[in-house]
């Protein structure tokens, strides 16, 4: 399955609800200027008017109480989320023991404060960083589930959530979504965390078996508190975050989260080298966060609503931008040529700006006496000569900034690609594995070099490099190949051997540029090796190099006999020599 194109379609419809929602709070999104409490009577709210809002215009007063039964849902449901801008909403109040209907029209709100749109950059923010891991990765296990949790928790659940349609029913149906996907999403966190150092011990599986059953009870308990809401059953002046009103609610959603951050922080003492360092920089993207949802829900209703808005927003924000930073630093984005095309396009501006400009000059200087449509003419040339020239003249200002700011990354290619051109004519096999393991060192700055002609035919690297012969990326595969990209060594359509590459010190990953390099070395191996095996006679490429070992074997087994013989003649010689002395002074 492909997932790149579903993946980015996700992305795209988190952004598409992302920009519906903020078109709604600036255009429709309207404010009652209304609040409640609940009062001893079960189902009885005392109300509080904000002066100069639509409610205290329309003649509720601060203390009249409302029946929330005698509600539509509908009406309950608006008073919960807030009304269409010039939406009425029949409101049935009791005032010194006596009933009577105030109809109120909705204002236009305020409009989203700082913190709105802090959220709303954010969630546009975290779908971006989403495309760009899906583009990059997306045949990774564990960069699909990072995906899938970051979208579920911060874009697409929060997308449907809020709604704001002509039709409540249908708002209500979105916060139904948004609590069917945003709960069971932070399983997705614990299934990553058991995408590293594997084997998953037990107890580790067993956190994440704790998570799935922990977060599976809380959103089927936040969707009955959603209908509560809906029936009438919970106030519809709750809290903007339903689930902090029930303690039920928030009791098994703290403890799926609980078991997620240990879940991490269990992968995190468990892995080790690159792969470690992988997971440090996503947790310090996605524990902060996952850390203050966890002390939201302890804290319930006795956290200010400001409190919970302002921290969150900034977390919103805080955690695509530390992403970001992750992304870059792991090279998945190469920042380097974003730099590259910047430069580049900002010298060919610069010298073609500037040379028409010069020639302008001299041609208004010159032809200062000449007729309108001289001028109009020769401008029209030096235009057009400057326009062809423009080919010309990026070319050579690629070249300049390339050698300029990119030197040792075009030399470590350009190495790579040399050995790659010399490889054909290297005759024999031992020299030709020996060196390109010596080049592959020196320019990659790979952990890890390793060049494996003997392999499981089964495995499941081995069998998706026969299949698909392109670089792989061996993270999340159950494989016996011990590195992290695996390039196949082929000729006529075989698989001979594999490249594996171990993650770089540096911790980057491996640019576009540099993977091409690496496996256009990794096609010339295999080429050289099939043609030593078709001119040695043998049937396979393990054949040949084993043959070679043997001989090798043979040869040094032979050289050691040989000396040997000689150490043995040496000292029959000697032992004659110290007879035949002894023989000549005895006494007689």
Known sequence: MTWRPWLLALCALGIALIVVNAVIDLTVSGSLGLSGTPTAVAFVDRLAVRPGGAAAESGIRT?????????????????????????????????????????????????EDWTGWLFYVGEVWIALCCALIAWRRSESAEARLLIFYLLGVFVVSQGFGDLNTPWPVVDHIGLLVKGLIFVPSFVFLALYAACYATPVSGARRALVALAIALTAIAAARGLVVRFELWNGSMSPFAPSLLVRADPLARLFEGGGILAVMLSLLAALAASRGAERAR????????????IWIFIVLGAGERLPIAVFATISALWWFAMPAILSYSLLNRRLFDIGFVFNRAAVFTGVSVILLGAFVLVEWLLTDWLGTAGHATNVLLSGAVALAL??????????????????????????????????????YI??????????????????????????????END??????????????????????????????????QLLGVVVLGARRSGETYAPDETSAISELAASLGAALDVFATRNGKGTVEDLVVASIEALREELVSAVTALGLEIVAANEGLRDEIVLRSGSVAPT
């Open 63 to 111: 203390g009249d109480l409302l029946d929330r039964r005698r509600l539509s849902p509908a009406a309950r449901f608006r008073l919960y989320y807030g009304a269409r801008v010039g939406e009425p909403l029949a409101l049935p109040v009791v005032r010194d023991g006596a009933e009577r209907t105030v109809t109120v029209v909705t204002h236009r709100s305020a409009g």
């Open 279 to 290: 997971l440090l920089w996503a947790l310090a993207a996605v524990l902060p966060p996952l």
């Open 460 to 493: 499941p690297a081995i069998l998706r490099l026969r299949a698909n012969p392109h670089a792989l990326d061996l993270h999340g595969l159950e494989t016996s190949l011990h590195g992290e990209v695996a390039f196949p060594m082929t000729a006529r359509g």
């Open 427 to 456: 005759t024999d096999p031992d020299i030709l594995v020996r060196r390109a393991t010596e080049t592959l060192n020196r320019h990659t700055n790979a952990t890890s070099v390793d060049i494996v002609l003997r392999y499981d």
């Open 387 to 424: 326009g062809l020239s423009i080919r010309f003249v990026h070319g050579r200002v690629d070249r300049v900034v390339d050698r300029v700011f990119f030197r040792k990354r075009h030399e470590d290619e350009d190495a790579i690609r040399t050995f790659t051109r010399e490889a054909p």
